[in-house]
């Protein structure tokens, strides 16, 4: 399949329109799947599809919740909320990322990521180290009194495919000096700022799966069959979330299914992410289109 640049700025465009229109949904007292399902569905109505489930993250988590088949959050007037939206056209994706603090109390913490991408997209070129972008990101957030989460970090991105392979650090990492940006890349950029410890750790909830590529010849039902056919057919190998798949199996028979098809490699689950000292986390995040000339901000 051939890249059509067209194609990714127009789900940038999609991207940052929904991204900017969750500001006003995020309110105090609002259902996180009541943001999620209506933010999914404008990327639709926009002309695009999620490229990812909404992220909606919340305090301390840093990445990977969005509202299950049986679990959901309520937003409190004292949280911070990270929407992270992806948007897809013909596997051509676009990945951007805002907090909005309901508090008003942590503007600083706000600012540390914000200022850190902000500084980067000005520095932002052909053939850039790696080392380059981490060493600005860790000094723009900890000019302010906080510390870069060091291991969440922005990534490459494929055609259909979110993480490409491509670690784009959060801090100064001197092993990657050398390592730099080729032109015709995709990237995103996306500083997590914390008050913790300023590392992630995993929780055993999960809620966005994708599929491996894998596929057993023997040992699935018909109805687990069903229902990856139709996971392959829909999504591919983008992440999805079984809230998508409410409508095609009752909940008890779908979270079985999903157990089992995890269990056989089939797919792989993200787990949660929170701050491993429970602290707040806040993100921001572009995506990047690098050519042999110039950098083009897609988001």
Same mark, same amino acid.
């Given at each position: ?57 919340? =305090? ?37 990322? %805002? ?10 913490? %706000? ?37 870069? %989460? ?33 032109? =015709? ?61 409410? =409508? ?29 000292? =429970? ?21």
């Amino acid at each position: 399949m051939s890249f059509d640049i067209n194609k990714l700025k127009l789900s940038g465009r999609i991207a940052s329109t929904v991204r900017d229109y969750s500001i006003k949904l995020v309110k105090p007292g609002v259902r996180a799947s009541e943001v999620c399902e209506r933010l999914e569905s404008y990327i639709i109505e926009l002309g695009g599809y999620p490229a990812f489930p909404c992220n909606f993250s919340v =305090n301390s988590v840093a990445a990977h919740y969005t509202p299950g088949l049986s679990d959901d959050v309520i937003v409190s007037e004292r949280d911070i909320v990270k929407i992270d939206i992806g948007v897809h056209i013909d596997g051509h994706i676009a990945d951007t990322a %805002i907090t909005i603090d309901l508090s008003g109390e942590y503007g600083k913490l %706000i600012e540390a990521s914000q200022r850190a991408l902000e500084t980067v997209t000005s520095i932002m070129k052909p053939y850039i180290s790696l080392y380059e972008i981490g060493r600005t990101i860790e000094s723009e957030i900890k000019a302010l009194g906080y510390k870069p %989460i060091r291991n969440l970090s922005g990534h490459n991105i494929g055609l259909y495919v979110v993480h490409a392979g491509l670690s784009i650090p959060n801090y100064a990492d001197r092993t990657l000096y050398y390592t730099r940006i080729p032109p =015709n890349t995709i990237i995103a950029i996306e500083p997590f700022a914390t008050n913790g410890r300023g590392q992630v750790k995993e929780v055993l909830q999960v809620n966005i799966y994708s599929y491996t590529g894998r596929k057993p010849k023997i040992g699935l039902t018909s109805k687990e069959n069903e229902i990856l056919e139709y996971i392959i057919g829909r999504y591919k190998t983008l992440p999805f979330t079984p809230r998508w798949l409410k =409508n095609i199996s009752d909940q008890r028979e779908l979270e079985e299914i999903i157990r089992t098809l995890r269990t056989k490699g089939v797919l792989h689950g993200y787990p949660i992410l929170i701050e491993a000292g =429970n602290g707040l986390v806040s993100q921001f995040e572009h995506t990047f289109y690098i050519t042999e000339n110039e950098v083009i901000v897609i988001t």
